[in-house]
């Protein structure tokens, strides 16, 4: 069966080459990578082979300046996490015939991410920011004697084997929404991790993890896509676990932060009205001592009331509230 | 057809131009909308990350209230999509969930026996109302106009709670209204993409970055405008556009409508109808573009 692959190849004059067309879509400020050109090739393979299939066979009988990262071929090892049809995928793990739209499959280095050469990304950003979250067990003292293991139930690592499925090959990240414009965001694999860390109940720095990750670039910066939920080839949903360590932290105490002050500003209009108060939402969660944050939000209500764009102003509840309000009473927890 | 409609609080708060426009919609379509005045807040993920329980008990109350209605219930809001799917789902799914959170409702009058279908109004027009309807409904043709489809994410992802793995052309429906009403679909990469809004009061410059980059991508692939099943998308890429301009040092000056207000143009409304003279960035450019004015 023939198929139709397009390959984004590292230019490495800078310029584009002849017919060629700019890689990025429109070049965002996050996107560092140099100028790439794309270039068709044709392979002969199987109904059933995969886009790596193809990219092996390109290099090895028709191109063999072709870099490509790639180890075991069966996504376990993370190598060969690249941009297929725009978004990220493990080449090993992606079938042709799934992936052809107009009659081609484009693959290329993902613009999130430095270029080495052609489809090899650097990775630099990656172990970055898996180091920055301490990816390693911090012990409980005393350490049990050298005859003893740490002895965990089944229940507490029930609950963290979805993380413990990571193989670092960097998907999430690559088409993460937030680092795309944020490269300082720890981003959602090191975060995954870092539940994976804070969660495990042989851990004894859990309560300093969760004050390092409530710090700007950490769980507050996730603008909650679910971009790494759907691209995660290993069913990690790195997404998830921000949202359990946002809990976590908030129930440890780590509350000074506009994350936690919108979920309190969020719950307590819902409680008292049963929806929504958009006219209290903003300031409350910038912070009312916030003056330079308040003062960054004016012209946007400006423009919003000239337009006509602004709630009512007198916010009234939905009929029937006394229910919600019921509701919170019995499972509002903190927001009661 | 008679549908429980959920308008979300952001329709009657700060975009009450959807809220104007879906109604004004509704009968050229044949929708009945019975409004569930009485449902709350979904919450909008919000509380579900924070007390998953009280988020099943406030969505079950809602589902509960479009079954007794005896009809599905319509959204007009990809973030209450998004948010009522996913409850849907996992009370579904999940007995011990879905008592528990009857358990909690069971005395207001109100027990979810799992039977609600949660449906934008988007995917009604395909599944429930049909495009054949939709065709005579049109009135006026959008050709000449470039639009570029933007979903917000929780229509789109996570796709399981969504029905997308069955349904995998709910992917595609904004490109395929945008034609049928005689514009063309312009394809960016953006149209997927998170708009930025969820970070707005964490984040500013970042979220405003991130949408306004999408809207710029859009625009060089010339888009006369943007439309969006979103309202919270709407509050971000409309309502900030000038100081995302800002952020980005660019002149961005790209109109964003609601999906119900797109389709009542092609159904003949006046512009001042549907409200598009009440957005922040000025709607006039492109209206003019299918002779209208506002």
């Known amino acids: 069966m023939q198929f139709t692959i397009e390959v984004g190849r590292f230019n490495p004059e800078g310029t584009y080459a002849e017919n060629a067309v700019p890689g990025a879509p429109f070049p965002a400020p996050w996107d560092r990578s140099p100028a790439r050109r794309y270039q068709t090739f044709t392979v002969d393979l199987p109904e059933h082979a995969v886009v790596l299939d193809a990219l092996i066979a390109i290099r090895e009988y028709q191109d063999q300046s072709l870099a490509v990262r790639c180890a075991c071929r069966s996504a376990i090892c993370g190598s060969c996490a690249m941009w297929i049809n725009g978004h990220a995928n493990l080449a090993c793990k992606s079938k042709l015939s799934a992936f052809t739209q107009d009659g081609k499959t484009r693959v290329e280095s993902p613009p999130s991410m430095p270029i080495i050469r052609d489809l090899v990304c650097d990775m630099k950003p990656f172990w970055d920011k898996h180091l920055a979250v301490k990816p390693w067990l911090q012990n409980k003292q005393p350490v049990p004697p050298p005859n003893e293991e740490y002895r965990v139930s089944n229940a507490a690592m029930e609950e963290l084997i979805q993380e413990v499925s990571c193989i670092s090959c960097s998907a999430c990240l690559m088409d993460c929404e937030s680092f795309a414009v944020n490269p300082d965001f720890l981003g959602p694999q090191a975060l995954a991790q870092a539940f994976r860390y804070a969660g495990d109940p042989r851990d004894a720095e859990t309560k300093e993890r969760l004050a390092e990750y409530s710090k700007p670039g950490g769980i507050w910066d996730c603008t909650h896509c679910y971009e790494c939920v759907t691209q995660c080839p290993k069913g990690v949903a790195p997404l998830e676990q921000i949202l359990k360590l946002r809990k976590m932290a908030v129930d440890a105490g780590f509350t000074d932060n506009a994350g936690t002050r919108h979920a309190d500003a969020f719950a307590e209009s819902v409680r008292d009205s049963g929806r929504l108060n958009e006219l209290t939402l903003m300031p409350k969660s910038v912070g009312f001592f916030n003056i330079v944050g308040q003062i960054k939000t004016l012209p946007s209500a400006f423009n919003l009331i000239r337009a006509g764009k602004f709630p009512p102003l007198i916010h009234k509840a939905i009929p029937g509230v006394n229910r919600i309000k019921t509701i919170f009473e019995r499972v509002g927890g903190r927001f009661k | ?294």
């Open chain 2, 1 to 294: 057809m008679k549908v429980a409609f959920y308008p979300g609080c952001v329709s009657k708060g700060a975009c009450p131009e959807l809220y104007v426009s879906a109604k004004a919609i509704a009968e050229p379509l044949g929708l009945e909308l019975k409004e569930l005045y009485e449902a709350p807040c979904t919450g909008a993920g919000v509380l579900s990350e924070q007390n998953p329980q009280l988020a099943d008990a406030l969505n079950g109350l809602t589902l509960a209230m479009a079954e007794s209605e005896g009809a599905d219930l319509m959204t007009i809001c990809s973030t209450c999509q998004g948010v009522l799917s996913n409850h849907n789902y996992h009370l579904k799914e999940d007995k011990e969930r879905m008592d528990r959170a009857n358990a909690t409702i069971g005395d207001q009058g109100f027990t979810y026996k799992g039977t609600t279908k949660v449906k934008h109004l988007l995917w009604m027009l395909f599944e429930d109302i049909g495009i054949d309807r939709v065709k005579a409904a049109i009135k006026r043709k959008l050709t000449g106009l470039k639009i570029a489809p933007f979903y917000g994410c929780y229509i789109l992802r996570p796709e399981e709670s969504l029905g997308l793995k069955e349904r995998p052309e709910r992917k595609t429906y904004l490109q395929q209204l945008i034609s049928l009403l005689g514009a063309e679909p312009v394809e960016y990469r953006g149209s997927t993409k998170c708009c930025g809004f969820p970070m707005l009061t964490f984040n500013r410059d970042k979220a405003l970055a991130m949408g306004g980059n999408h809207i710029m991508e859009a625009k060089e692939k010339g888009a006369d405008l943007l439309v969006t099943p979103c309202p919270l998308c709407h509050l971000n890429l409309d309502g900030q556009q000038p100081d995302a301009g800002r952020v980005l040092k660019k002149d961005i000056g790209v109109p964003i409508f609601h999906l119900p207000q797109l389709l009542g143009l092609a159904f003949g409304m006046d512009p001042s109808e549907l409200r598009l003279d009440h957005h922040v960035v000025p709607t006039k450019g492109a209206l003019e573009k299918v002779e209208l004015k506002v």
